[in-house]
């Protein structure tokens, strides 16, 4: 009975789409009412997409009832850390995976855990941490959900682990045809590599399971150098110690000459912290505004460098590896807001151009004032499993955070700085990360990712009617330049797509349009209460 009522949800609100009606939560309502649209977007601002309806799946029943009963474009998001468009899609049924959090099986003789992907490593965290387990990779911090995580292949500071892709056992994909499949490097291993930093646009993924490690016990180490140091440095101090769990380098702004070097390696000395996480404090209202005022003078940022940095990282720091990797962005002062917002870019290029891509980059940073808070220099090793990898050779990526303004002019000269470095990066067979603002040319898309047309073939392949999409996707894939233009101002419910599925005497899952040849779909999951 459960099941029919949820479908005739479905079918009657698609109907309802094609009448321009929207059904809002109590914050929209007021806006939507003005503006007849219902908007997703991230956490910059600076991507609002008109979207015809979001759902908030609790089950994996609900997901594949919400595919089933439509047949226009499905977005995907989560906890909206994506800067560019990635998870939305213009006059879209937009998934909202955050309620969709649960955990399933946790293993903790296997170090393994199956898990939802509306789940954030936080609570994976709070989770394991009584088993003295640790998230194996994840990024600097813990706000990210699983599935936005593996939707971008993320990775973090963990020395030689690679992105997220190393440390996923399987996955369950529900696809274009209603139907959900196992996937892993045995079972379906092309659909695994393809969904893995896929952008959400291969399917649904309704459940990973992941491989954990230990809650090690880690000591912090610092070095400072001049940048041209840094790579025989690092060849030889840090890839060459295993004993290094964690490491990352800061180029400090805003002359991007020195480095600091921050290690975390493993130790049996007593911890100078006995806190398990990090714990957030709603209250704390002084690092926004300090981080404000430190993206507005470069007095501030030498001070930084100069004095504050080297006061922190000097303190004897012993900690348990659950506990350096439970930052949470909000207690880092994340700032957006009407006028302007904090931002991210990230480059890879190969170690061996480290020092060439630096002047660049200081060229490139001075020349436009672009007004950097930080760069995070970290090793990306090769990656040899997504269709999308942005590791292609062993890289040094470097992680930018700067602050922006949000009027045209200011977003011209972004598009501007950022294409630049993207042809820096790529001139030297590296790439850049595909999450934030989508400034690339189509060729230096191409050239970033090589393997890019073997994933829109798959894609093609399993999703025929291009039902997953995003603006991210819409962008590079290749009959971008033939397809209609997703109009920001379209009219909810506007797209005729917009209905339910509907071959009279023909079940959906006996249609040629559904099927995906020699495949077999796994279980539903049973609906949980």
Do not use: C
Request: hydrophobic letters at 40%.
């Amino acid at each position: 009975m459960g099941k029919v009522l949820t479908k005739l949800t479905l079918v009657l609100a698609a109907i309802l789409l094609l009448d321009n009606v929207v059904l809002l939560n109590k914050s929209q309502l007021s806006a939507s009412i003005a503006k007849n649209q219902l908007i997703v977007n991230d956490v910059t601002g600076l991507n609002p997409i008109p979207v015809a309806m979001v759902i908030k799946p609790k089950t994996e029943l609900e997901i594949t009832d919400a595919i089933m009963a439509t047949s226009g474009p499905i977005s995907i998001g989560g906890a909206r850390f994506s800067m560019g468009g990635q998870i939305a899609y213009p006059n879209s049924l937009h998934l909202d995976m955050r309620e969709y959090n649960q955990i399933i099986h946790l293993d903790p003789a296997n170090k393994e855990i199956t898990v939802q992907p509306g789940i954030t490593w936080r609570e994976i965290q709070q989770a394991i941490d009584p088993h003295d387990l640790s998230v194996k990779i994840m990024q600097d911090f813990n706000n990210f959900t699983v599935g936005g995580s593996l939707s971008v292949n993320a990775h973090g500071r963990f020395t030689r682990a690679g992105p997220i892709i190393n440390s996923v056992k399987s996955l369950r994909i529900a696809l274009a045809n209603g139907r959900v499949y196992q996937a892993s490097r045995t079972d379906n291993p092309q659909l695994f590599r393809a969904a893995i930093g896929g952008y959400g646009g291969i399917g649904v993924i309704t459940e990973a399971t992941l491989s954990l490690t230990d809650n090690v016990v880690i000591e912090r180490s610092t070095r400072s150098m001049h940048f041209v140091d840094y790579l025989d440095y690092f060849k030889t101090k840090v890839l060459g110690d295993p004993t290094i769990v964690l490491n990352n380098a800061l180029l400090y702004p805003p002359t991007f000459e020195d480095v600091l070097d921050i290690n975390w390696r493993t130790t049996n000395k007593p911890l100078t912290n006995n806190q398990r996480l990090k714990t957030y404090n709603p209250d704390i209202r002084w690092k926004p505004m300090l981080v404000d005022m430190v993206s507005r003078f470069d007095l501030l940022k030498r001070l930084r460098h100069n004095l504050i940095d080297p006061a922190l990282f000097n303190k004897p720091a012993v900690v348990t590896r659950n506990f350096e990797t439970s930052y949470d962005l909000r207690e880092f002062g994340f700032v957006s807001d009407a006028d302007s917002t904090m931002a991210l870019r990230e480059y890879f290029v190969p170690l061996d151009s480290f020092e060439v891509f630096v002047m660049k980059m200081r060229q490139v940073f001075i020349r436009h004032n672009v007004n950097v808070l930080n760069v995070s220099i970290r090793y990306s090793p090769r990656d040899r499993e997504s269709l999308l990898a942005w590791a292609r050779d062993d890289m040094l990526s470097f992680v930018i955070i700067y602050r922006q303004r949000k009027d045209e002019d200011s977003l011209q000269r972004v598009s501007t700085w950022s294409r630049e470095l993207i042809d820096s990066a790529v001139g030297t067979g590296g790439s850049y990360y595909l999450p934030f603002q989508k400034h690339a040319s189509r060729e230096s898309f191409f050239r970033s990712y090589p393997r890019a047309g073997e994933y829109f073939a798959f894609k093609k392949r399993v999703d025929p009617d291009n039902r997953f999409n995003n603006m991210l996707l819409d962008q590079y894939q290749p009959d971008a330049d033939a397809t209609a233009d997703p109009s920001p101002t379209a009219a909810p419910g506007s797209n005729i797509g917009w209905r339910p599925y509907a071959y009279p005497g023909v079940p959906y899952y006996a249609h040629p349009a559904y099927q995906v040849t020699g495949w077999r779909p796994v279980p539903m999951q049973p609906r949980r209460p």
